[in-house]
């Protein structure tokens, strides 16, 4: 994702876009940018979570599902390259995704599970 500092624009110079809603259109919705590189903050009712959350979710998968400590170490490298934690770039069900992949990549726990601790 971007390694940018996010700087919102003002209320005045949002822009109206398409909303999505657990990845169906509905609608539009003024959305607000980055000043600094143009990226549109997600307008979702599912806001964000940060990274601290899913890595309580994966300390929890450790305990209860047997994943190793290298396992783990992998899974947060690959969460925190893809830049789960960006609240401009991704939604709270664009994370989900992401998290639930790059788990499965590196565990052979299932999606059904993983959701369980969602």
Not at 34 to 49: A, E, H, I, M, T
Not at 56 to 64: D, K, P, Q, R
Not at 105 to 116: A, C
Request: net charge positive.
């Amino acid at each position: 994702m971007s390694g940018c500092e996010h700087v919102s624009c003002g209320s005045k110079e949002k822009v109206w876009l398409p909303y999505v809603f657990r990845g169906r259109e509905r609608g539009l919705r003024p959305h607000t940018y980055c000043v600094k590189c143009g990226l549109v903050k997600r307008s979702s009712g599912d806001r964000p979570r940060d990274i601290g959350y899913y890595i309580n979710v994966v300390g929890t998968l450790a305990t209860e599902q047997r994943v190793t400590q290298v396992q783990i170490r992998l899974i947060v490298q690959a969460l925190e390259r893809a830049g789960i934690d960006d609240s401009y770039g991704l939604d709270r069900y664009q994370q989900e995704r992401l998290f639930i992949d790059v788990v499965m990549r590196h565990t052979k726990v299932s999606e059904e599970i993983i959701r369980k601790y969602l």
